[in-house]
């Protein structure tokens, strides 16, 4: 199996990343709805906001994971990347709904909200449960859409014989190993 680069291979990633990620999401969540300091949700929800829009390297919980964890567990089974993309959008807006609602004063509501996704994501963190992902691919069944496998699409393109990979850690890219005919 090709390895994917964490920050520029955008239609895969290693499926241990994102339950990383959603440990951290719901540790964060569970401790605002604990303290009752609804800024916990705000922050929690412009760290998703920013690995949705700038990308995983903006990501903190994304970074730690990819620079000091993976390196030491080696790259995990990849997946589909659009489920956990669409499970970070409803995070963000329930978690930017619920910093909302703490910011208007409306502390039972921004808890409410702020534990529902401390709940799930903390489910998805520990069982692999991820309900976001089950509602993206759930949609695209509704709608018809096709889920292709974007994971056997990745290790089709990284063709040793014609493809230069980029180099993890360095600036120059290094070629793939050519495999023996």
Not at 29 to 40: D, E, K, R
Not at 94 to 108: E, I, R, T, V
């Amino acid at each position: 199996m090709p390895i994917a680069h964490p920050y520029l291979d955008l239609q895969v990633i290693d499926a241990r990343a994102p339950r990383f990620n959603q440990g951290a999401v719901g540790l964060v969540s569970l401790a605002g709805v604990l303290t009752g300091w609804w800024p916990l949700f705000a922050v929690m929800a412009l760290q998703l906001l920013l690995g949705l829009k700038l990308g995983r390297r903006w990501c903190l919980p994304c970074v730690f994971y990819f620079e000091v964890v993976q390196p030491r567990l080696g790259e995990g089974p990849l997946e589909d990347s659009r489920p956990v993309r669409f499970a970070n959008q409803l995070g963000l807006t329930f978690l930017g709904a619920a910093a909302l609602a703490g910011a208007l004063g409306w502390q039972a509501v921004a808890l409410a909200l702020g534990g529902l996704v401390a709940a799930l994501a903390l489910l998805a963190a520990a069982a692999g449960i991820c309900t976001g992902c089950l509602l993206f691919k759930g949609i695209a069944r509704w709608r018809g859409t096709p889920l292709t496998d974007a994971v056997a699409g990745f290790a089709a393109s990284v063709c040793a014989d014609c493809q230069v990979l980029p180099a993890r850690g360095g600036a120059e890219p290094a070629r793939a190993v050519a495999s023996s005919r």
